[in-house]
């Protein structure tokens, strides 16, 4: 006698078997053939099954989740362990031994956010323009570093020259450039960051690359390290975002050449760029510092006799300036400040 | 990286592998605890929680063959905790009633109404937690996550065979409660 007979629909739903078929009911295994075959020879249990199928659909059905709850939830995490890292930061005694802040990239892009209150132009010349623009120019015989209000920092060449608005607006970040830069910008998909040069627009959303539009050269090239960017051809006007959807899309070691005279667009590829070149492995800390010191155009002020033992193992790739001294000071437990160009660092050496 | 090695590198608080474990489980957590808690607040909370505690005590973690055992146990601990403390834990021991729900439907269009097997399946849902609250646990335990019943009894905190009559009670309530959600559905017609 089959023990099916009589089962309710609680029944049903209490045989593993059975479960397995309504779970998969499509599926062609014999436990599947053996249920299709049982429905069709007893039409008399025909409502408990579809009753059983409810009941299963109703405990089983996937709760609506919000796309936005996963990283929300994620950030708010970050917060909180990069309070209680302050915490402990209080107490010594308690310092981590080991320095593992090469995995704190993500927390120290919140830190960005707050220490870019005290954030700071290098401005060289600022424009009496009523649109509040802000237009620097490089005159000197090196590099010089501009740290943007939301954290990006950008490398000017000589002889180059960069304009863009004193506060971003609510939709993007633009900035207009002659001559050279290289650019480490923070990442923020809602504000996408557009550079224009006479011949090119290019727009990122958080990456590292350089730009080379000279005002003597007939050439712009566009050299990525990090990240992705899109390039199209044309001025303000052009740069719309369907345009740059079906742009040029430059990823990590890619570039692209613009010809005036051709107006065409050469890609090309390179190994290496000295900027990307971060990597740090057990690297004696004053030497890192040095690095930046002179990648950056900018005077590291620290006591160095403190940090002469310590060093870092780090990647301080594809973030920008600010960020990469967020993590340092997080690893040592030092506290920093930007003036001008001059990033100045106090601690008591780094943890044993 | 897989599993263990992800739950590795949370033991030795590489952050790289907590953002792993939380993309991991982030989802299977929340909805699991939606389906026994039911406020999204509450839930994200005791994530939250939960996550902190792993990054905060990562040294303290002990090696586990099965992880999302572990999670799910933690989670399920801190939801309770915090409904403790919030005092709603009343809101599963209710004795089950079913919302009948006979609105007045003057409107010709109402009178043809047919509900439809979503409609069934929303109203078994809303009254899927008026189940008292380990039936209706062990039911979401069992069907929504799969889980065995040795499982289901140690995250319960009960044994195997009890376990078994916790989905076995809460089955036949839910059978007898979609019963009367169709006659509703009857009488409702016949009202009209």
Known sequence: MDKYQNYKADDFLNDDKFVSWIKNPHSDDQNAAFWKNWVEENPTRQKEIENARLIYEAITSEPEIEETAQPRVWNKLQSSIIKIQNETEVKPAEKVKKLRWNNFSRIAASIALIISAIGFYFIISLSDNSENLVKLENNLQRAKTVLLSDGSSIILSPNSSLEYAQTFNQTNREVHLKGEAFFEISKNPQKPFVVYTAHLATRVVGTSFSISAGENSDKTSVSVVTGKVAVVTGNESSAILENFQSGELLGENEGIVFHEKGSALERFTFSKHPMGLLNFENAPILEVFNILEKNYGVDIKVDETKLESCSLNASLIDMPLQKKIDLICIAINYQYKIEGNIITLKGEGCPE | ?192
């Open chain 2, 1 to 192: 990286m897989n599993e263990l090695e992800i739950w590795k590198g949370v033991q030795q608080g590489n952050y790289k592998a907590f953002e792993q474990l939380y993309n991991l489980y982030f989802k299977r957590l929340y909805s699991y605890g939606l389906k026994i808690c039911g406020d999204a607040g509450q839930v994200e909370d005791a994530v939250h929680d939960m996550f902190l505690d792993i990054w905060k005590y990562h040294s303290n973690l002990s090696d586990t063959t099965s992880i999302s055992f572990y999670l799910f146990r933690t989670l399920r601990r801190k939801i309770f905790k915090n409904q403790q403390a919030e005092s709603k834990a009343s809101v599963f021991e209710h004795e089950i009633k079913v919302n009948l729900t006979l609105e007045e439907k003057g409107h010709e269009q109402q009178l043809v109404d047919k509900e439809t097997i979503t409609e069934k399946i929303q109203k078994l849902k809303n009254n899927l937690v008026q189940l008292p609250s380990r039936q209706h646990e062990a039911l979401i335990l069992k069907f929504f996550n799969g889980f065995s019943y040795p499982e289901i009894a140690d995250l319960l905190e009960v044994n195997e065979q009890s376990a078994r009559n916790l989905v076995q009670r809460g089955l036949e309530k839910l059978r007898k409660l979609l019963f009367i959600i169709l006659i509703t559905g009857i009488i409702q017609l016949l009202n009209l």
